[in-house]
Protein backbone atom coordinates (compact mmCIF):
# COMPACT_ATOMS: atom_id res chain seq x y z
CA UNK A 1 0.00 0.00 0.00
CA UNK A 2 2.76 2.45 1.28
CA UNK A 3 4.45 1.64 -2.18
CA UNK A 4 1.37 2.80 -4.18
CA UNK A 5 1.16 6.15 -2.94
CA UNK A 6 4.13 6.71 -3.40
CA UNK A 7 4.51 5.40 -6.54
CA UNK A 8 1.63 7.88 -7.19
CA UNK A 9 3.07 10.81 -5.08
CA UNK A 10 5.93 10.46 -7.69
CA UNK A 11 3.81 10.55 -11.20
CA UNK A 12 1.96 12.87 -9.45
CA UNK A 13 5.10 15.50 -8.64
CA UNK A 14 6.46 14.52 -12.27
CA UNK A 15 3.36 15.66 -13.63
CA UNK A 16 4.09 19.35 -12.02
CA UNK A 17 7.78 19.41 -13.03
CA UNK A 18 7.86 18.67 -16.11
CA UNK A 19 6.16 21.63 -17.14
CA UNK A 20 8.02 23.74 -15.19
CA UNK A 21 11.20 22.27 -17.12
CA UNK A 22 10.18 22.43 -20.76
CA UNK A 23 9.38 26.62 -19.20
CA UNK A 24 13.12 27.01 -18.39
CA UNK A 25 15.52 28.78 -21.22
CA UNK A 26 16.95 26.87 -23.96
CA UNK A 27 20.36 28.13 -23.09
CA UNK A 28 22.56 26.41 -20.07
CA UNK A 29 25.25 27.95 -18.48
CA UNK A 30 27.68 24.70 -18.69
CA UNK A 31 26.98 24.83 -22.60
CA UNK A 32 30.71 26.15 -23.02
CA UNK A 33 32.94 23.10 -23.98
CA UNK A 34 36.49 22.45 -25.32
CA UNK A 35 36.15 22.64 -28.69
CA UNK A 36 34.20 26.26 -28.70
CA UNK A 37 37.05 27.33 -26.40
CA UNK A 38 39.55 25.59 -28.93
CA UNK A 39 38.42 26.76 -31.66
CA UNK A 40 37.44 30.57 -30.54
CA UNK A 41 41.47 30.76 -29.03
CA UNK A 42 42.47 29.11 -32.87
CA UNK A 43 41.18 32.77 -34.16
CA UNK A 44 42.60 34.68 -31.22
CA UNK A 45 45.62 33.38 -31.93
CA UNK A 46 45.62 34.88 -35.46
CA UNK A 47 44.44 38.19 -34.61
CA UNK A 48 45.86 39.27 -31.69
CA UNK A 49 44.48 42.99 -31.74
CA UNK A 50 41.00 41.57 -30.63
CA UNK A 51 42.51 39.40 -28.68
CA UNK A 52 44.24 42.10 -26.59
CA UNK A 53 41.09 43.76 -26.68
CA UNK A 54 38.68 41.20 -25.67
CA UNK A 55 40.94 40.01 -23.03
CA UNK A 56 40.67 43.69 -21.65
CA UNK A 57 36.92 44.12 -21.84
CA UNK A 58 34.89 41.13 -22.76
CA UNK A 59 32.13 42.75 -23.41
CA UNK A 60 33.16 44.24 -26.25
CA UNK A 61 31.52 40.75 -28.04
CA UNK A 62 28.23 42.65 -27.79
CA UNK A 63 29.32 46.37 -29.24
CA UNK A 64 27.93 46.62 -32.67
CA UNK A 65 30.69 49.68 -33.60
CA UNK A 66 33.28 47.11 -32.23
CA UNK A 67 32.34 43.84 -34.09
CA UNK A 68 31.87 46.37 -37.23
CA UNK A 69 35.34 47.61 -37.00
CA UNK A 70 36.45 44.53 -37.09
CA UNK A 71 34.79 42.24 -40.38
CA UNK A 72 36.80 39.06 -39.36
CA UNK A 73 35.13 39.25 -35.77
CA UNK A 74 31.98 39.83 -37.65
CA UNK A 75 32.43 37.01 -39.77
CA UNK A 76 33.79 34.10 -37.78
CA UNK A 77 31.07 35.33 -35.05
CA UNK A 78 28.68 34.73 -37.89
CA UNK A 79 30.07 31.68 -39.02
CA UNK A 80 30.17 30.24 -34.95
CA UNK A 81 26.71 31.34 -33.42
CA UNK A 82 27.07 29.14 -30.56
CA UNK A 83 30.34 30.91 -29.63
CA UNK A 84 28.40 34.26 -30.31
CA UNK A 85 26.00 32.89 -27.35
CA UNK A 86 27.99 32.32 -25.06
CA UNK A 87 30.37 35.13 -24.99
CA UNK A 88 27.30 37.15 -25.02
CA UNK A 89 25.94 35.22 -21.95
CA UNK A 90 28.92 34.78 -19.83
CA UNK A 91 31.73 36.73 -21.83
CA UNK A 92 34.07 36.41 -18.49
CA UNK A 93 33.80 32.61 -18.09
CA UNK A 94 34.37 32.23 -21.94
CA UNK A 95 37.42 34.68 -21.73
CA UNK A 96 38.65 32.81 -18.71
CA UNK A 97 37.80 29.35 -20.33
CA UNK A 98 39.84 30.49 -23.01
CA UNK A 99 42.74 31.91 -21.06
CA UNK A 100 43.01 28.55 -19.42
CA UNK A 101 42.94 26.59 -22.28
CA UNK A 102 46.12 28.97 -23.96
CA UNK A 103 47.83 28.18 -20.59
CA UNK A 104 47.29 24.34 -21.53
CA UNK A 105 48.03 24.90 -24.87
CA UNK A 106 51.33 26.50 -24.33
CA UNK A 107 52.68 23.96 -21.66
CA UNK A 108 51.88 21.42 -24.01
CA UNK A 109 54.30 23.46 -26.66
CA UNK A 110 57.16 24.08 -24.61
CA UNK A 111 56.87 20.12 -23.07
CA UNK A 112 57.24 19.62 -26.98
CA UNK A 113 60.25 21.84 -27.40
CA UNK A 114 62.07 20.44 -24.37
CA UNK A 115 61.34 16.75 -25.90
CA UNK A 116 62.49 17.17 -29.34
CA UNK A 117 66.09 19.78 -28.84
Known amino acids: MKLTYRLLALVLFSAVLAPAAQALPAYRDDRINRGEV?????????????????????RLIDDNDYVAAHPELREYLGAHPEIRQDLRHHPNKFMKREAKYERKEEKRENKWRRHWR
Do not use: G, M
Not at 38 to 58: A, G, K, M, V
Open 38 to 58: SRFDNFLDSHPQIDRDLRRNP
